[in-house]
Structure formats: structure tokens, C-alpha cells
Nanobody, 114 residues
């Protein structure tokens, strides 16, 4: 049974940076995509970024230019570097993996506040 463990969330001030990590385990088959969605209170879940097995990346419009996604295929790990954070980035960030099915992490809270 697939399992995703996220880490790296927390509190930072506007203009700050945070790095998120997600480690996947127990997933049989290829990990076609690894990435992140986020959900703020009373808002729909939105794409932050994903990266494919071949290294193709896609970023959500609201974060493009401020975040960088990368992955270590051998470690089944995906990283999200976030810079120039604003209060609008406050949300629960969910890691996901697209394989034969889709797996989701429990989520990690990111809070941007002065």
C-alpha cells in the first residue's frame, strides 16, 4: 500500500522561503508524476506543481516564478522550494503521486504571516 510522508511545512514571514519534501514508499509500478496541491480555507484545492518521471515540470499560475520542484527518482522523493512567500500562500500543502492510481499525503501546513 502506497504511503506518502511530507515534511518541511511551518510558519514564515512574508517574503520568506520554505522547502517541502515528500517521500513515497510502498508503491508498485512507475511514479509517473510527483507533485503538490494546496488548499486554503474555504478555497478549492489547486495545483502548485508537478514533475514527471522524465523531468517535465508544470507550475500553477499563482506560484509560477516563485517555486521550484525537483525529484530524486532513486529515492522516490519530490522537493518543493518556495520563495517570496505571501499570506496568500497560506494553505495545507498535499503531496501526490500519480502511478497506476493516485496517492495523497496527509498534508503539511504552510503559514505565511508577520
Amino acid at each position: 500500500q502506497g504511503h506518502l510522508v511530507e515534511s518541511g511545512g511551518g510558519l514564515t514571514q512574508p517574503g520568506g522561503s520554505l522547502n517541502l519534501t515528500c517521500v513515497a514508499s510502498g508503491i508498485n509500478g512507475r511514479l509517473y508524476r510527483m507533485g503538490w496541491y494546496r488548499q486554503a480555507p474555504e478555497k478549492q484545492r489547486e495545483l502548485v506543481a508537478y514533475i514527471t518521471q522524465t523531468g517535465i515540470v508544470n507550475y500553477g499560475d499563482s506560484v509560477a516564478g516563485r517555486v521550484t520542484i525537483s525529484r530524486d527518482t532513486r529515492k522516490n522523493t519530490v522537493y518543493l522550494q518556495m520563495n517570496s512567500l505571501t499570506p496568500d500562500d497560506t494553505a495545507v500543502y498535499y503531496c501526490y503521486v500519480l502511478s497506476a492510481t493516485t496517492y495523497w499525503g496527509q498534508g503539511t501546513q504552510v503559514t505565511v504571516s508577520s
